[in-house]
């Protein structure tokens, strides 16, 4: 396994390209455990989503709290009973464990989300089905 850590124990990258390595996330259990970005604590994802990308669908039984900040761009979040429209540079928004929700982008999107803990074997399948 190659080690992503520098000796000095930093690592610099640009969210970018790292995230499209893990569909977009940047941190969390799901890294190998001597990278620096391998955490069981807290997900770290740069979303980058074209004008009219949906979430292909809801979370059921969510286990995690998430923060959810837009970076540029329109972006709609979706809970039950209510909508929340995230439309300038650092509107935000923060759900608790068991909100289920869903998302759209509105327009080209750039958001952060950050989520705890980090939950083994949980993943959403893309579009595709995978």
Excluded: N
Excluded at 11 to 38: I, N, S
Excluded at 95 to 113: F, K, M, N, P, Y
Excluded at 117 to 124: C, L
């Amino acid at each position: 396994m190659e080690k992503v850590m520098d000796a000095d124990g930093v690592y610099v990258g640009k969210a970018a390209p790292d995230a499209a390595a893990d569909r977009g996330w940047l941190l969390g259990h799901f890294k190998p455990g001597d990278d620096l970005r391998h955490s069981d604590e807290v997900e770290i994802k740069w979303g980058v989503h074209p004008a009219g990308e949906r979430r292909v669908r809801w979370t059921d039984g969510e286990k995690r709290t998430a923060l959810l900040v837009l970076i540029s761009g329109r972006f709609r979040l979706e809970f039950p009973g209510r909508d929340v429209v995230l439309c300038e540079q650092g509107d935000y928004v923060v759900w608790g464990r068991g909100v289920d929700h869903s998302w759209c982008a509105e327009q080209e999107s750039i958001v952060l989300t950050v989520r705890w803990p980090s939950v083994p074997g949980y993943r959403v399948p893309d579009a595709s089905g995978a």
